[in-house]
């Protein structure tokens, strides 16, 4: 998933972000922290519905994996017998949790000042948060 800007309402989406403000942000970036969303399917025999998840913080060391498992079996479950699309649209779905998520981070620190409420981070946060993600 991408997204060419994220809107001001981003913030209230975002799941895992509670407790952060943008000098902890910066230092769980820098140890791998990501944004990542899902994707789901469910088939109801000749339509089949894709949808997307909201962004999700995963922390340091949180599996992807873990996290995109309801999606994965709801998608296994329900998304595969719709036709025609629903299996493509399952193997996608599957295929994407497998993967631990899309990664949407670059895109979240690129528009952080425009999601996060003013304060949440200095310039020099910022730059950090590039720098973090250029490393990987």
Excluded: H
Excluded at 24 to 36: D, K, P, Q, S, T
Excluded at 57 to 67: E, Q
Aim: hydrophobic share 40%; glycine share 12%.
């Amino acid at each position: 998933m991408t997204f060419d800007r994220l809107s001001l309402s981003t913030i209230g989406g975002i799941r895992g972000i509670e407790e952060l403000d943008g000098e902890r942000l910066c230092e769980e970036l820098e140890n791998g922290a990501r944004f990542v969303t899902f994707t789901w399917c469910v088939s109801l025999v000749l339509v089949t519905f894709r949808r997307p998840t909201g962004v999700i913080y995963l922390a340091p060391g949180r599996s992807g994996l873990v996290t995109g498992l309801p999606y994965l079996l709801l998608s296994l479950l329900l998304g595969w017998w719709g036709l025609p699309w629903g299996p493509v649209y399952t193997v996608g779905c599957v295929w994407t949790a497998l993967r631990g998520g899309a990664d949407c981070t670059s895109q979240i620190v690129e528009d952080v000042e425009i999601i996060f409420p003013e304060g949440f981070s200095t310039p020099e946060q910022r730059a950090r948060m590039t720098k973090a993600l250029e490393k990987r």
